[in-house]
């Protein structure tokens, strides 16, 4: 599918949502899309997408295919590969992160030349004294919005891609957003997987090979914790490695 496809009275577009606090983004991600948002390769990769649907006059329907990234270094050759085809960025971040934004688009490989939303969590008074630490980095000073709903801020960004060949509207869009309708995304793992807390747990329920990738990452975080023995972890990278080795 192409970053703009165009059926009848209905127009398709890819949105990037990125950000500094990969839960915060895709709890915004979560908040907008409600029974269309998939999560499947969170724990994994951190990706997440979902999917928002505006319907205007005329039955001109728009319809926003929305692909949280994150932006750590360890999985970025990855992530560059949903990058292709966006039409539209929209940056989840806190008042203190917004200095952080040329150097967050620069990693994952994205301009300010596309249509581009910020979106604060937080008070409008902080988003507005940090906006100016940006200094340069936009042509001029923008105007911070204040918005109510998650819904509100994805609403613009759909109006902005409806009516592209628009020449007199204000960019880059900052809306300011209280916290409370923006919360942090909580993922919960499988209901058949349980979480280890010790060498014995470790060494249980890896026999279905769906869940083996989230439990090694679990079992590396516990051992961060020292709730892991370094004996117990790496037994089971060696259990999974002999399943892997013989095709189970």
């Given amino acids: 599918m192409t970053?703009?496809?165009?059926?009848?009275?209905?127009?398709?577009?890819?949105?990037?949502?990125v950000g500094k606090d990969l839960p915060l983004q895709t709890g915004f991600l979560s908040r907008v899309s409600g029974d269309c948002f998939s999560h499947q390769l969170y724990n994994t990769l951190g990706v997440s997408l979902g999917v928002s649907r505006f319907d205007?006059?005329?039955?001109?329907?728009?319809?926003l295919q929305l692909w949280s990234l994150p932006s750590t270094e360890r999985i970025r050759g990855i992530t560059r590969s949903y990058v292709k085809?966006?039409?539209?960025?929209?940056?989840?971040v806190k008042p203190e992160e917004l200095e952080s934004i040329p150097l967050l688009l620069q990693n994952l490989s994205l301009t300010s030349e596309t249509l581009f939303m910020v979106v604060v969590v937080g008070s409008i008074i902080?988003?507005?004294?940090?906006?100016?630490?940006?200094?340069?980095?936009?042509?001029?000073?923008?105007?911070?919005?204040?918005?109510?709903?998650?819904?509100?801020?994805?609403?613009r960004v759909a109006n902005h891609l409806a009516n592209c060949k628009e020449k007199n509207q204000v960019l880059p869009l900052i809306g300011s957003i209280p916290e409370k309708e923006c919360r942090p995304f909580e993922s919960q793992p499988p209901a058949c997987f349980t979480l280890p807390n010790s060498d014995r747990d470790v060494l249980m329920g890896f026999n279905k090979p769906e869940y083996r990738k989230s439990l090694l990452e679990v079992a590396e975080e516990k051992l961060n914790e020292g709730r892991l023995s370094k004996a117990g972890y790496s037994m089971l990278k060696k259990k999974l490695h002999n399943l892997k080795h013989h095709g189970i």
Avoid: C, W
């Fill in 85 to 92: 085809g966006h039409r539209a960025i929209i940056v989840v």
């Fill in 56 to 63: 205007y006059t005329e039955n001109l329907v728009v319809i």
């Fill in 126 to 155: 902080e988003t507005e004294d940090e906006i100016s630490k940006l200094g340069s980095y936009f042509e001029s000073q923008p105007v911070v919005y204040a918005i109510q709903k998650v819904e509100d801020a994805v609403r």
């Fill in 3 to 17: 970053s703009r496809e165009i059926t009848n009275d209905r127009m398709i577009f890819k949105v990037l949502v």
